[in-house]
């Protein structure tokens, strides 16, 4: 434990300070182009994409609190809980490798990773079930959350939208999913999930420009409505 919070101080105290040079891949903090299309371009183009679904989620479910309250419960709080996640199972997972004898890449698949870490500990079974559905639920609730916001989208900006662009937007959704499934399934020799990551980060470029707009017209609004 006292190593897992080690790590954790550390690590939260780089992150903050090689911030700027890491986000920049400047100099000795540059991984390489592989490393920065797979995962950070790929990662920043998915949080882009999901911005304006889950920030007007947020902001409903959130009526009646401050600024403040949600910076705070929606960012630093959440925040500080994904740095202990991975201070926690990051400093487990390094451990459980030291102890191999004979290490076969056992992590190396980031779908089966946290079953091989949890088979490594008491209770495996229940804690893989449990994993299984916190999964499905963060799946459901994160499509039902963009299938709300774009019912809204469609239905004029209604609160409340009707159920008929929900029915239809649950629909078109399923129906890229199952696409993407039997393409993978058609082409199996072809990287299909690459390939939607280079789509990602593609179509995130406007969602990019466009929340460079919406924090401009936040931070006006703010300005306008505190004087």
């Known amino acids: 434990m006292i190593h897992i919070l080690k790590n954790f101080g550390l690590a939260f105290y780089h992150y903050v ?12 903090y540059n991984p390489g182009e592989n490393f920065l299309t797979d995962w950070t371009y790929y990662y920043w183009a998915f949080w882009l994409a999901w911005a304006p ?15 403040k309250q949600m910076i705070l419960g929606s960012l630093f709080i959440p925040s500080l809980g994904s740095f202990f996640w991975f201070s926690v199972f990051g400093t487990s997972s390094f451990q459980l490798i030291e102890k191999m004898t004979n ?21 495996a079974t229940i804690t893989s079930v449990i994993t299984i559905i916190l999964l499905i639920g963060f799946l459901v609730t994160s499509v039902d959350s ?30 890229c999913t199952e696409a993407i499934l039997l393409l993978g399934t058609f082409s199996a020799a072809k990287n ?13 470029l406007p969602f990019a420009l466009l929340s460079v707009l919406i924090a401009v017209g936040l931070i006006k609004d703010y300005r306008e409505n505190k004087n």
């Open 53 to 67: 679904f889950t920030g007007i989620f947020i902001a409903r479910i959130s009526r009646g609190r401050t600024i």
């Open 192 to 204: 299909v999930l690459t390939a939607m990551q280079k789509l990602l980060i593609i179509t995130s």
């Open 103 to 123: 290490y076969n890449n056992e992590f190396g698949n980031v779908f089966t990773s946290i079953f091989v870490f949890l088979e490594n500990y008491p209770f």
């Open 146 to 175: 963009a299938i709300y916001v774009l019912s809204m989208f469609t239905d004029k900006g209604k609160e409340n939208p009707k159920k008929s662009h929900r029915f239809i937007w649950a629909f078109l959704l399923f129906l």
């Open 17 to 28: 300070v090689d911030f700027i040079p890491l986000s920049l891949a400047l100099g000795k």
